[in-house]
């Protein structure tokens, strides 16, 4: 016993088990990939059962250390090349890694791993096991040749092993966390293993590759990975700066099929149909229409004051009959004088009976008390207001209380499904051509996004304007006149037409360009950016 007071031993023992743990690094990171095969409530299992079965072994390579030192004697020779036990067993080792890594990475990058029918195929608790221990024995052989060379006393041979598997045991668990929540690392990895055994085979043909060369590879490789593991992480960073609406969006929309492209100039450039696509583009519009509705504000939805179509309670009966038969709504603001002197809203069927067997409106018996709300209200609140409406129109007033629209629950549907024009109304936005459209100055932005492949955060960019003529007066700065021309987003605005300040009618054809700020110009005069 005098050698457990010897420092060299003690100087040996601490020297071998750090070189048992770095050269099992590699070992632990296949377990790693190894263990995922499993399910996971037999993952620790196979992990300490194949590193115990594998300590027995080292122990037992260790054991008959007179035999590990003859392996370096040649077996046979093929021509020049002289093969011996060790040399066979890191070639063997080496083509088994190669193997393994191969047909891992090629599940990885195939993006379906052990997959199959839509259901997770997991491998064999023993086969696992298996692999785990033969692969210990390859990755271990140098170690143990190394130990035996280090140290003349098998106790601390042995002790050193025992302690570099324990701590083997502990890093496993973590390592293997740490693997399976990056995949990247997972495919590094793999990488390295294939990479190691490489340099098995090539140092069993007689090829020595110096360590040196394989660490600083790793290492070099690591540090990128590092690096972009750092680049991950700050992106994530600022994902979670996102309203969490907004990300909750982004995500479903990918799911459905991702986000059109910006620059749907043609045909070939538009989403293709439903072979291709797990969902058609209207389900998908649908759907953004949902997630995008809370954050719309009422203007964006509403009918706007100059499209309301109120009743006179002062106007003769024929004019009252007239506007009410003509008109396919179900309910009307009436007023005195203007719209903005409310005095209750009425069914049509309502008023037609006054007129018939009254001569006039009844103001008494069938006008209901007008719901009224301020332009600042949330839509899921203006919602709830709908629904306790029951059908009735709700009347929308700016801060000095003037009228400044109203809606219905049809609004809130062609917010989500697109436009259902009346009878007396025509579609805001037509297609005439592949990349063009004809849009009404009063189409709303929502629904120009849509059809421009554009993201919906560009129709908030109109700040209080709602519509398509509000976004353009907002860039030209004044009232425009016809053949004047934006340019944004890589589309062309031409206005057409417009009548008593208002832009009545505008021309959209894709440029094919994106442009960084918008630019405006003049048909008719210089394109200079103003």
Known sequence: MEWLTDPSIWIGLVTLVVLEIVLGIDNLIFIAILADKLPPN????????????????????LSVMSWLITLTK??????????????????????FLLFKATLELHERLEGMPHAESGKTAYAGFWMVVTQIVILDAVFSLDAVITAVGMV???????????????????ASKPLTRFVNAHPTVVVLCLSFLLMIGLSLVAE????????????????????????????????LRHLAGLPMRQRTADA?????????????GTQDDMPVANDTLPFAPEERSMVSGVLT????????????????????IEADRDTLRKQI???????????????????????????????????????????????????????????????????????????????????TPIDILEAIAGEFPDEDETATITMVADGRWIMDGSADLHAVAH??????AWASSAGSFSSLGGLLLKHFGMVPTPQMVLDMKGYRFTVEQVSDRRIDRVDVQYVGRELGEASVSNLRGDHGNH
């Not at 090829?207 to 991950?232: C, D, M, T, W």
């Not at 059809?451 to 919906?456: K, S």
């Open 152 to 170: 003349e006393h098998l106790t601390v041979m042995m002790a050193a092993v025992v302690i570099a598997v324990g701590v083997m045991l502990l």
């Open 74 to 95: 040649p077996l046979f020779s093929i021509g020049p090349l002289s093969l011996s036990a060790r040399d066979l067993i890191l070639l063997l080792g080496g083509i």
């Open 293 to 312: 509705l809370a954050e719309r504000s009422v203007r964006s939805v509403m009918t706007p004051r100059a499209d309301i179509s109120f009743l006179d």
């Open 42 to 61: 037999q993952r620790d299992k196979a992990r300490v059962v194949g590193l115990i079965l594998a300590l027995l072994m080292r122990l037992g390579l």
């Open 204 to 235: 069993g043909v007689g090829f020595h590759i110096p360590k040196g060369y394989l660490y600083a590879a790793i290492g070099f490789s690591v540090l990128i990975e590092g690096l972009n593991q750092l680049a991950r992480r700050n992106f």
């Open 451 to 456: 059809a421009l492949g554009l993201d919906p």
């Open 325 to 407: 038969l003509d008109a396919p709504h179900s309910f009307f603001p009436v007023c005195r004088g203007e719209v903005d002197n409310v005095l209750g809203i009425a069914r049509g069927k309502d008023l037609i009976g006054d007129l018939i067997e009254k001569g006039a409106i009844d103001e008494a018996a069938n006008l209901r008390k007008p719901i009224i709300v301020h332009e600042s209200i949330g839509m899921l609140r203006l919602i709830d207001t709908l629904r306790d409406s029951r059908g009735q129109l709700v009347l929308v007033t700016d801060e000095y209380g003037a009228l400044v629209g109203l809606v």
């Open 252 to 264: 479903v929309l990918r799911l459905l099929g991702g986000r059109r492209t910006n620059n749907p």
